[in-house]
């Protein structure tokens, strides 16, 4: 359960920290304000480049306080600006490599509650991690990218899959 | 390994066929040419729908068969309808379930190489599972999903999670 969870969030949220280095570089050298990039949304009715960079954040320290029993430590989203975004992946990385592999031990059958709004969501470790807790994250990591990608910054598959 | 793999590939193939169930809806809905969101993109170097179903099948399927170190069953790249999109979605769906999971021992350690252009990439199964296949699996499903949201069909994230 660490093997395919912990080191998997670390991975990606050193490459999404890249991907907003190369957008925030991308706004610098074709003078567009950084704010443009991160209040940018792919439908009107879908969340903005800061919010989905916060969710996938949270995704990663939720999965790895809950599969070790821990408590889950709460980050306020004010971030606005792409510093403060990657001061909060730093955060997450940190969080989750705080955890040691043993810890995880018999996550698999750990049971699991996550609330959303007007319902509580039970799940065994391993269909938390793999129903739950994977596709958010990657959701809303590959949304971010689509976002900077539909705004012209150049990025490519392999800034996604390795930084 | 097949916990955190067959499963998960197979629930989120569902979750995309009926995806793209509501797409075609909407197409008829409104009145819009299907072949409008089956060729819509992202951007103008990002594959358009029909290739990221295609590439995201293929994820699955490859992760499947090697992880049990089975051959690989090849799927030609021919579709151009909603209709071969949920046929090769089946099609894979059946492919992944026809590993046991006891195929799937061990496989967190098996050597497994991956063809690029240009380049093989060489993993444990571990490794191929947490930075290879699954990431490229949930780009290519988000990105099919992000499309269809850009291109106004109604989707929420209930229907990436759970058809």
Redesign the interface.
């Known amino acids: 359960m660490h093997?395919?969870s912990a080191?998997?969030f670390v991975?990606?949220l050193n490459n999404l920290s890249a991907i907003l280095t190369k957008a925030e570089n991308h706004a610098k050298a074709k003078d567009i304000d950084p704010a443009t990039l991160l209040n940018a949304k792919?439908?009107p009715d879908?969340f903005a480049l800061i919010r989905q960079v916060q969710i996938a954040t949270d995704h990663a320290k939720g999965a790895a306080a809950r599969l070790t029993s821990s408590q889950i430590e709460a980050i306020e989203d004010t971030e606005t600006t792409f510093a403060q975004l990657q001061a909060r992946i730093r955060r997450v990385i940190a969080i989750v490599e705080s955890f040691k592999p043993e810890a995880y031990d018999g996550a698999?059958n750990r049971e699991i509650s996550v609330k959303i709004p007007n319902a509580e969501l039970k799940f065994s470790g391993?269909d938390y991690?793999?129903?739950?807790a994977?596709?958010?994250f990657?959701?809303h990591v590959?949304?971010a990218?689509?976002i900077l990608?539909?705004n012209?910054v150049e990025l490519g598959?392999r800034d996604?899959?390795?930084s």
């Open positions: 093997a395919v080191p998997l991975r990606m792919l439908a879908m698999e391993i991690l793999s129903q739950w994977l596709p958010n990657f959701f590959t949304t990218y689509a990608r539909a012209g598959k996604f899959l390795m």
